[in-house]
């Protein structure tokens, strides 16, 4: 069974600083990593993903993540955070069914940046 | 980017009554469609898979007599929660995949609020 951890519930930081919210995953098999983020209310927007090749990986609105086999993690990362990038943000993980993407997301960290 | 859309998203009903919730793919064609239900503050708990002409694959613990899906068309599947009672208000939100790769990311719906009285 695949399973996503992300143990911070809430991460705080301040506009311009970097910010990196974790993932780690554990799967059988090669992952499929992904990071999504929630505003209130909202579904989910795609930010990016991990398949193969680079190990650093980069998205949307200035956002990378880098893939780490050995520590199987697929870290959140931007070099200055903005008051705008508070938000739900969710990474999740597939490995290749045959079924299609059945995402095991993890439980959210909430991304709080203040002035 | 793709996009998908979700309809109502708000709705509120009383208990015993039955709601459709619609998730369209705009601009694409979506073979596979998912399901998810998300509690307050917590992750997204994937319900089923919706395969257009086909049943849904429900995942283990959802009661599929209760939350009927139906996916007719390769832009259209559809949730109905039947004889909602308070314990099923929640955000629902579903998501398409398109094409046929398995490493393609999934576009979401806006989600839509259910509130039963």
């Known amino acids: 069974a695949q399973s996503v951890a992300q143990p911070e519930d809430q991460v705080n930081v301040a506009e311009g600083n970097p910010l990196t919210v974790k993932c780690t995953y554990s799967v059988s098999g090669n992952p499929y990593l992904f990071w999504y983020v929630q505003y209130p209310n909202r579904g989910l927007q795609f930010l990016l993903k991990y398949i193969t090749g680079d190990n650093l990986v980069k998205g949307s609105y200035g956002f990378e993540a880098e893939f780490n086999k050995s520590q199987t993690s697929f870290h959140l990362k931007k070099p200055s955070a903005l008051v705008s990038d508070s938000a739900l943000y969710f990474c999740?993980?597939?490995?290749?069914?045959?079924?299609?993407?059945?995402?095991?997301f993890g439980t959210g960290t909430q991304l709080k940046v203040e002035l | 980017g793709a996009v998908v859309s979700q309809h109502p998203s708000r709705v509120i009903c009383k208990s015993g009554t039955s709601v459709k919730i619609e998730c369209r793919s705009l601009d694409f064609q979506a073979t596979t469609m998912f399901w998810y239900r998300q509690f307050p503050k917590k992750s997204l708990m994937l319900m089923a898979t919706s395969n257009e002409g086909s049943k849904a694959t429900y995942e283990q613990g959802v009661e599929k007599d209760k939350f009927l899906i139906n996916h007719a068309s390769l832009t259209l599947s559809t949730l109905t929660v039947t004889s909602a009672h308070p314990e099923d208000s929640s955000f629902y939100i579903c998501?398409?995949?398109?094409?046929?790769?398995?490493?393609?990311?999934?576009?979401f719906g806006e989600g839509s609020r259910l509130t039963v009285l």
């Open positions: 999740a993980v597939s490995v290749f069914t045959g079924g299609g993407n059945k995402l095991t």
């Open positions: 998501s398409a995949k398109q094409g046929l790769r398995n490493t393609g990311e999934l576009f």
